[in-house]
Every structure is written in structure tokens, then in C-alpha cells.
């Protein structure tokens, strides 16, 4: 190895590094690789280097950097691009490292050329190129995790120490007065049906605060779902800024006289919108994270817990709103758990019959907008979905990456005709590993959520609709037990059969496209 990728070894091991994912060339990347497995860290061959973008992504969920994905230079760095793009979406601080050519190599000497500098500024939110010095991935990692946390890149060629980049943490928000914080507890002590919308900083920088003591109405957004235990007598459900009659926006909140968001932000909702109350926004970056709703008081602070420690202590000495959100629960109930074979009533199955709790991975489509809602979702790390970008495919190598930094903890992955064929591949590295992961196909032979809102002609059904599925044959000549089910009772049989401890299991579950659609449309 050369002395600058031995510094990096010593300097992601240093800054917390647990697990690696990648795919290996002969040369600065495969020193890498062994060095740091001799350091202890886990390194996890895969299929396609996007995949390992987003496995790596997966570690990093909750706001901490702990996980580096490994590629070649031009096209393996190319093929990243998509994982890295999903975390940053997603606010997960992943990093990536790719072999490079040094600043000094002649245009001559460089085989398959991209621009990675170019490239990687539209996908992170700090570049850098190795410059042998252990702190530069601990100065990555304070950029990577500041909110809005993300990714972060780093190249493998070597710059002149006259290159160096400086990457510093926006501070720019000031600390709040404290009679601007009175004032909102005041707001709030004035108003008689307070509710509390929840984003995802709530699970990482407000991450020791008890919602669950509240008895106010509380809802949140995809990326926090879980943040509030969704059993709870108060916990509204999930929010997107389409509302519908069936969305907590209309069920819940249009109930209240004050809603009081807690990094609330318009890249965690399909649509920013105002809801009816009045608003505040309690955050600690600002900008324009906060536009679109339309809210009277914006509250930044960069030590965000002080202002909400107060304004929490506000909302305990209210009680309200537990038979409002009951009514809502029930209406979507009505609308959704049927006896009918649709998605609603899997999910409501999965759910009793695993004994464990398992984390629900969620890909796109109509589906995950019926999981957000039926899945109920105890604690924060108990959902990852594609929240923000709602990124089709990613939920393959995303379980993966749930599964190996949770372990033992059973996953339920949850992908759709869309979802399945990118990463299918992947789910050797689950066997492999004997990772405690349920797929589940949910099929109805198309793209579901395209093909409801397109119009019925020959050139449209080519574009949106899939021939028969059969996945589940693919998979098992991966070396996954797998089987299709069509009804309950086949579903329940193939539940008792999976036994998370031997490995990963694949179900795929066929559905009728049109009341599929219908009852989905009618949530958002």
C-alpha cells in the first residue's frame, strides 16, 4: 500500500468506520479494502458498486457516519452515482472512495477518464481527493453529519499538500433569544388543540426527547416515522402534503388550532403546503428548508435542543385530540383492512403474525404509501424507507445494509414490480451472509403508480405494464428459499416457514391491478 492510502486506512478506522462495501480493482482500492479489514472493519463484496452506495447509506440512517463504500475510478465511480445520490436524499452521511488518477498524471496516462470533481458535486455534499493526512476523513465526517447530514466523496489520487481543500460546517444559524422561545411557549400555552408535526432531525439531534409523553396529536413525516410510537393513543401517522380525506393532514391536523413542526422541511413532503393552522417551525438550519408551508413563526437555533426542551415542557401541559386521531385511525381501517388479498391486509398480517419486531424497508410505488400508513412502526429505528427521494429500486441493497448493522434484528423488505429488478442480484450477498431478511414482492404486473393516472391506449400499456412476474424462480436459483403465495392462507403457511436465523426468505405476492390502485389513490 502506499503511505497516503495507509493514512486513510488509520483515519476511517479512527473516525469510527465500521463496515465497507464494494467492489475491488488491483490497485489503491484493494490496499484499501485489505487494510481495513486488518483494522477490524467488515468489508462486503457486491454485485454493482450503486449497491454499495446504498448499503453503506443504510449503516448510516440514524446521522452517523459508519459506513464507506469502495469503488475503481471512471465507471466504477459512475456506477456509485446512483446510491450516492439516494443518500443524499435521504440525509444519510455515508462516504465513498474511489481510485483516482493524481493531479499531476498526464491526460496521456489516464485510462477510463471521468471527471469525478465535476460529477460528485451534483451527488455530495463535500469532495475531496486524498491528501495523506489521517484527519481529512474525521473533517469529512463533521461535514457529512451537520445537518443537513449526507454523503460525502473521496478520491484515492493523491494531491499536492498546496491543494488541500478546507471544508467548514455552516454555522450561520444564531443561537434564538430566549424570549423568542417564550414567546412560542406562550403560543403554545394560549392555544387549547396544539398538534406536533415531527421531521427527521427529531430522530437524530432531538434523539433523547420523549415524544411518546406527549398527549397531543403528533404526526410525521416518512423519514421520522417511528419517532413517535405508532401504537400511541396520539400518533396521527405519516404525512406527505397531499391531502387527501384519508390523510392525517385532514384528519388529524385539520382539528387543531396550532401546529408546531420540529424540523419540518419541504424536501421531507411530496408537497410543502399550508394546514389550515397557524404554524411554527422550530429548526436548526434554514435557508429555504422551510418554505412552502407558510408558517408564521420560523424558530433556528443551531443547539436546537434548548429551544425544544422548552417548547416540548409547553405542549406536556396539554391533553387533547386522542378521540380525533381514533376516528382517523378507524376511517382508514374501514377503508383499508379488508378481507380482500390487496397490500393493506399483508402488511397488517406481516406484522402479527413475526413474532419480532422486524425493520420495514420500503421501496416506491403505491404500496409504501399503504405502508407508511398501515405499518406501525415503535421506535425510530423500526422503518427505513426511500422517504425523501422515493428512489424506485433502492430497497434491496438498503435491507442489506439494515440487516448487517441491526443484526440480529429480522428485516422486511418490501419492493415492487419496478423495485425488484435492479439489485435482485444482490440478494446473494444476504445468503451468503445468512442475514435475517424477508423479501416480499408485491406485484400487480405493472407500474401501478403510473399506469392509475395514464390514459388506457396500446403505446401507454407497453410502457407501464410487466409480463408475468415469476421472480420468485430467480431468486431461488440465487440460493434463496423462496415460493409464491395468491391468498392468506398461502402467506401465513409461507410466514411459519421462514425462520429469520437460517437466512433470507422471498415471497411474492400477486395482485389485481385495479382495486390496487383505487384504494391507493384514495390515501394521497
Not at 449526507?150 to 443561537?175: K, M
Not at 404554524?279 to 424558530?299: P, S
Not at 405542549?315 to 376511517?331: F, M, N, S, Y
Amino acid at each position: 500500500m502506499s503511505e497516503h492510502v495507509v493514512s486513510l486506512v488509520k483515519g476511517l478506522a479512527d473516525a469510527g468506520i465500521e463496515y465497507a462495501f464494494g467492489i475491488t480493482g488491483s490497485g489503491a482500492s484493494l490496499g484499501l479494502i485489505t487494510g481495513l479489514q486488518e483494522r477490524g472493519v467488515q468489508y462486503y463484496p457486491v454485485g454493482h458498486e450503486g449497491a454499495a452506495a446504498l448499503m453503506a447509506g443504510a449503516c448510516c440512517r440514524d446521522g452517523r457516519s459508519r459506513a464507506v463504500a469502495v469503488s475503481i475510478k471512471g465507471p466504477g465511480f459512475i456506477n456509485m452515482a446512483p446510491g450516492m445520490l439516494s443518500n443524499w436524499y435521504e440525509g444519510r452521511p455515508a462516504l465513498s472512495v474511489s481510485e483516482a488518477y493524481a493531479t499531476n498524471t498526464p491526460p496521456a496516462r489516464q485510462h477510463k477518464r471521468a471527471d469525478h470533481a465535476a460529477i460528485a458535486g451534483t451527488l455530495v455534499k463535500a469532495y475531496d481527493r486524498c491528501d495523506g493526512r489521517r484527519e481529512q476523513v474525521t473533517e469529512l465526517v463533521t461535514v457529512a453529519q451537520a445537518e443537513y447530514p449526507g454523503p460525502v466523496h473521496l478520491d484515492l489520487g493523491l494531491q499536492p499538500e498546496a491543494q488541500r481543500s478546507q471544508f467548514a460546517v455552516d454555522a450561520s444559524t444564531a443561537a434564538t433569544p430566549a424570549d423568542a422561545v417564550t414567546e412560542v411557549c406562550e403560543r403554545i400555552a394560549a392555544s387549547r388543540r396544539p398538534a406536533v408535526i415531527l421531521g427527521s432531525v427529531a430522530r437524530r439531534v432531538l434523539a433523547d426527547t420523549d415524544w411518546n409523553s406527549l398527549r397531543v396529536p403528533v404526526v410525521t413525516t416518512a423519514s421520522a416515522k417511528g419517532v413517535m410510537n405508532e401504537t400511541s393513543d396520539f400518533a396521527g401517522g405519516v404525512i406527505t402534503g397531499e391531502i387527501t380525506d384519508y390523510a392525517p393532514e385532514a384528519g388529524v391536523l385539520a382539528e387543531a388550532d396550532l401546529l408546531v413542526g420540529f424540523g419540518l422541511r419541504n424536501n421531507e413532503v411530496v408537497k410543502a403546503t399550508p394546514m389550515g393552522a397557524p404554524m411554527i417551525l422550530i429548526d436548526c438550519v434554514g435557508g429555504d428548508a422551510q418554505a412552502g408551508f407558510e408558517a408564521e413563526t420560523v424558530l433556528l437555533d443551531r443547539d436546537l435542543v434548548r429551544p425544544a426542551e422548552r417548547t416540548v415542557a409547553a405542549l406536556r401541559e396539554k391533553h387533547w385530540g386522542e378521540d380525533i386521531v381514533a376516528v382517523h385511525r378507524q376511517r382508514w381501517k374501514e377503508l383499508l383492512l379488508t378481507d380482500e388479498w390487496l397490500p393493506a391486509s399483508v402488511f397488517s398480517r406481516l406484522q402479527s403474525q413475526i413474532d419480532t419486531r422486524p425493520v420495514l424497508v420500503l421501496d416506491t410505488g403505491f404500496f409504501c404509501t399503504v405502508g407508511e400508513t398501515v405499518w406501525q412502526a415503535m421506535q425510530a429505528d423500526g422503518f427505513c424507507g426511500s422517504s425523501v427521494g422515493r428512489f424506485m429500486g433502492t430497497a434491496i441493497p438498503t435491507a442489506i445494509g439494515v440487516a448487517i448493522s441491526t443484526a440480529p434484528q429480522p428485516v422486511v423488505c418490501v419492493v415492487g414490480d419496478g423495485g425488484i429488478s435492479p439489485y435482485v442480484g444482490e440478494i446473494k450477498l444476504a445468503v451468503a451472509e445468512r442475514l435475517p431478511i424477508l423479501f416480499m414482492l408485491f406485484s400487480d404486473g405493472r407500474y401501478g403508480s403510473v399506469a392509475a393516472f395514464s390514459d388506457i391506449n396500446p403505446l401507454v400499456e407497453r410502457a407501464v405494464n410487466f409480463s408475468a412476474a415469476g421472480w420468485w424462480r430467480v431468486v431461488e436459483s440465487l440460493g434463496c428459499a423462496a415460493r409464491p403465495v395468491s391468498d392468506f392462507a398461502a402467506l401465513s403457511n409461507a410466514l411459519s416457514a421462514w425462520e429469520p436465523t437460517a437466512g433470507p426468505f422471498f415471497i411474492e405476492c400477486a395482485f389485481e391491478p385495479e382495486p390496487y390502485a383505487a384504494i391507493a389513490k384514495r390515501l394521497r
